[in-house]
């Protein structure tokens, strides 16, 4: 294992959001069909009215963090998180002391893509709840972000890695808060094995029922 701090970026905005949509409200209606033994019964099938829905909403996003590095993409990164960045200090090399410090492989433009494609998804669930009903359809968002705020930062996390016929996995730790996430190998052998003894249970299962 090997001490290193990532560089990761930082983003906050507060973004004022205008939608437009539809707000879908089910009701049942009573239907009768033939079963397999001819004979006829009822069951209800799910209608849905739907009502013009539009509003504004506020969101205030703070410490979105992306992974400025390509030795950690995001995907992994998201899986040792979250970071509680309130014991965030300011730079100081003694505090690099024994470790590896990277610097940023990714650019904050890029990592701003990524930034703003979280927030735009979490906008999307406010403006879903804000709709209400039992589903919704929305039509249009506008958001306007304000207030855009940007930090560079290092995070610390323990690395390894290892070979297993021939390709490289990783194992990574949080050192904030021991979150553990690691690569494994996996045998196409043992899945499909697994897969067939799943079927085979299920037609079991059948034969008996």
Not at 111 to 128: N, P
Not at 169 to 198: C, D, E, H, T
Request: net charge negative; glycine share 8%.
């Amino acid at each position: 294992m090997k001490g290193v701090y990532i560089p990761f970026w930082s983003y906050d905005s507060d973004v004022h959001s205008s939608y437009e949509g539809s707000r879908g409200e089910y009701y049942y209606v009573t239907r009768t069909r033939r079963n397999s033994d001819g004979e006829t019964e009822e069951y209800e099938e799910r209608r849905t009215n739907w009502y013009p829905a539009s509003g504004r909403i506020y969101s205030r996003f703070r410490d979105i963090v992306i992974s400025g590095s390509t030795s950690l993409p995001e995907k992994f990164s998201d899986k040792i998180g979250p970071w509680n960045l309130d014991y965030l200090k300011p730079f100081n090399e003694q505090y690099l002391s024994g470790f590896i410090a990277e610097t940023f492989s990714v650019d904050h433009v890029v990592a701003a893509g990524t930034a703003r494609a979280i927030m735009d998804r979490e906008i999307v669930r406010q403006v879903e709840d804000d709709i209400g009903g039992d589903t919704q359809d929305i039509d249009s968002i506008d958001s306007d972000f304000k207030s855009i705020r940007l930090k560079y930062i290092l995070l610390p996390i323990w690395l390894s890695a290892y070979q297993y016929k021939g390709k490289s996995y990783q194992i990574m730790v949080n050192a904030f808060n021991g979150k553990v996430y690691g690569q494994r190998p996996y045998s196409v052998w043992k899945i499909v094995s697994l897969i067939l003894l799943i079927l085979l249970v299920l037609y079991l299962l059948s034969f008996m029922g």
